[in-house]
């Protein structure tokens, strides 16, 4: 049997094919995982919404609001989403002193797994948290935040309670 060099060329440019098809495969991860990470990824962009949210609301009002509800009922506040995008349950928020808050959600991977798969998401803007503020475990995770007060010279301060 003889074989051609168009017959290897042909093999060897097949076998090449298959190699990168199964490593670009293991390296993308399987669909559940990458439905996981996105997911996650979804519910972090949330919670900075929420976020960013908690700032007009204090701003505005000078108090934190009592209930995530108060929040995404105000009129000056927009919310990209109050809810997980699976489960429809509302995110956990729980006001802990004057300035801070606790935000909690439940995610399907950790963000190590969304970093080894290659599509961790930039978060983008969060002043003052950055990417690294926003990793979190499989599970259950809360997030310490605190409101950042402005200043202003013409507007005598709100004295606020203590709880």
């Not at 991860?29 to 949210?53: E, Y």
Request: proline fraction near 7%; glycine fraction near 6%.
């Amino acid at each position: 049997m003889k074989i051609t060099v168009n017959k290897m060329f042909a093999v060897s440019v097949t076998l090449v094919v298959i190699v990168v098809a199964c490593v670009g495969a293991y390296l993308a991860g399987s669909p559940s995982t990458v439905r996981l990470v996105n997911l996650d990824n979804r519910r972090v962009g949330d919670l900075q919404s929420i976020m960013n949210g908690m700032e007009t609301f204090y701003q505005s009002r000078h108090v934190l609001p009592v209930s995530l509800s108060e929040l995404t009922k105000s009129q000056e506040v927009y919310l990209a989403g109050s809810k997980d995008p699976e489960t429809g349950a509302a995110y956990e928020y729980r006001p802990t002193d004057v300035l801070k808050y606790e935000l909690c959600a439940t995610f399907g991977a950790s963000s190590d797994a969304a970093t080894q798969q290659g599509s961790v998401q930039n978060y983008g803007y969060s002043y003052p948290y950055g990417n690294e503020f926003w990793k979190h475990p499989a599970g259950r995770y809360c997030f310490a935040l605190e409101v950042h007060p402005i200043v202003n010279p013409s507007t005598p301060p709100v004295a606020v309670p203590v709880k």
